[in-house]
């Protein structure tokens, strides 16, 4: 069936370094993308979006590429802090507005 | 920050008891949506609605039921809970006006002894 998923489900980095967090989805019909932020506790919380259009968009310190011919999407946050220890989701939209949401990747920040 | 609101945020109750988790919203969204999640992992569709007097069922079978009677407000109730149920479920809210990006409610963290 169609899925949403993630290539890595944990990833440590230094803080005031690069993140890079991937996703790859399988319907090639997708039309709208959304990363989504969860704390710990909390409800998932949106980072930014991206339309199958467009291959790059970028907000406040992330940056969300779409690549796809090998149907790969990936977010970058720049110069890490402490506050983006999150599990980070890629959500695919399937028509009708339903997403689905991927795996999960556990980002932690080391000082 | 979305105005959208679970209650209870935490609950732990009994086998065979029926219970209702509670979500609203105040920003006249018409799409509500009930996710059931496992700690760290995917969220799973279970219900949604589109609007007053509508409800679908979601991806995921589920033995619980919701009810749409007025737009702000989407519970989600269990009739006769058992430890199978115990997970959190999250509640979102979307609307044609902000992209349909769904904003999410905190969650309720269910425990069924």
């Given at each position: 069936g169609e899925s949403v998923g993630l290539h890595l489900p944990?990833?440590?980095v230094q803080e005031g370094d690069n993140s890079i967090i991937n996703c790859a989805y399988s319907n090639s019909a997708s039309d709208y993308f959304i990363w989504y932020k969860q704390e710990s506790g909390?409800?998932?919380?949106f980072i930014i979006d991206i339309r199958s259009n467009m291959d790059k968009r970028q907000g406040q310190r992330?940056?969300?590429?779409?690549?796809?011919?090998?149907?790969?999407?990936?977010?970058q946050i720049a110069a890490t802090q402490p506050g983006d220890s999150a599990v980070y989701f890629c959500a695919e939209n399937q028509g009708a507005q339903k997403l689905v949401f991927g795996q999960g990747t556990r980002l932690t920040i080391n000082p | 920050?979305?105005?959208i609101y679970q209650t209870p945020r935490y609950l732990v109750i009994g086998t065979g008891k029926k219970i209702t988790l509670e979500c609203s919203q105040t920003?006249?969204?018409?799409?509500?949506?009930?996710?059931?999640?496992?700690?760290?992992?995917e969220l799973h569709l279970i219900h949604y609605s589109y609007g007053v007097n509508s409800t679908e069922k979601g991806d995921l079978s589920s033995e619980s039921t919701v009810s749409r009677i007025r737009t702000e407000h989407f519970p989600l109730t269990l009739e006769s809970a058992r430890p199978s149920h115990t997970s959190q479920y999250l509640c979102a809210s979307s609307d044609p006006r902000t992209k349909n990006i769904q904003y999410f409610g905190a969650g309720t963290r269910l425990s069924v002894l």
């Open positions: 944990t990833l440590s909390k409800g998932p919380q992330v940056t969300v590429l779409l690549n796809k011919t090998v149907k790969h999407l990936s977010l | 920050e979305a105005d920003m006249g969204h018409d799409k509500m949506y009930w996710y059931q999640q496992d700690p760290g992992m």
